[in-house]
Every structure is written in C-alpha cells, then in structure tokens.
Nanobody, 126 residues
Framework: QVQLVESGGGLVQAGGSLRLSCAASGLTFSRNVMGWFRQAPGKEREFVAAITRGGSSTYYADSVKGRFTISRDNAKNTVYLQMNSLKPEDTAVYYC???????????????????WGQGTQVTVSS
C-alpha cells in the first residue's frame, strides 16, 4: 500500500532551520507531483509548497517564499522541505501529499485527492 512518512520535525528557535523529509513507498514516485501542507492548532490545513514530477517547477505560498525550498530525489523516493529563517508562526504539523498531476487549484487542500502522510510537528520558539 502507499505510504508517505514525514520526518525531521522538532523544536527550533526563531531564525533557525529545519529540513523535513517525506519518504514515499508503494507508488511510482517519479510520476507524482509532491506537495507540503501545514496545519496549526485551531486553523485549517494550508498549502506550503509543491514540486512537479521532475522537479523542474516549484510553487510556494507567499508566507514561505524566500525562506523555504522544496526539492526531491526521485532515486530515493523522497521529497524535502528546507525551512530557513523560521518564525513562531511556522509552528504547525507539516504533511506531505502526492498526486499524479498538479491540481489546478493546488493551494486548496481538497484538490489533493491522492495520498497523505501522518505529519511531523514543527515548533518554533520565540
């Protein structure tokens, strides 16, 4: 069965960095667009970043543009999210998601009707 397993979360001070990983199995990774979403307590899950199958195109939420970088290694079936200059408002559970084709409304959680991981907690202290 398909599994997406996130890792790399933790507690970091504001201004610090973390790199999240999402290891995929049970699907042809290189044929899937990958995305990262996050959900803070009491808030809806929101789009963070996405990357196309070959990695040639990336998309970011305005709130993370210039600070976060999404990348992928198709040989390792893994997508990454490098997070720099972290802020307390970046605190959330981060989820990765996979879909064969980038949805038209890719910033909308409901458009990602493929697979989701269980999430990894990121906490940024001030």
């Amino acid at each position: 069965q398909v599994q997406l397993v996130e890792s790399g979360g933790g507690l970091v001070q504001a201004g610090g960095s973390l790199r999240l990983s999402c290891a995929a199995s049970g699907l042809t990774f290189s044929r899937n667009v990958m995305g990262w979403f996050r959900q803070a307590p009491g808030k809806e899950r929101e789009f963070v970043a996405a990357i196309t199958r070959g990695g040639s195109s990336t998309y970011y939420a305005d709130s993370v543009k210039g600070r976060f970088t999404i990348s992928r290694d198709n040989a390792k079936n893994t997508v990454y999210l490098q997070m720099n200059s972290l802020k307390p408002e970046d605190t959330a559970v981060y989820y990765c998601t996979a879909r064969p084709i980038l949805p038209g409304m890719y910033t909308q959680m409901g458009a990602w009707d493929g697979y989701w991981g269980q999430g990894t907690q990121v906490t940024v202290s001030s």
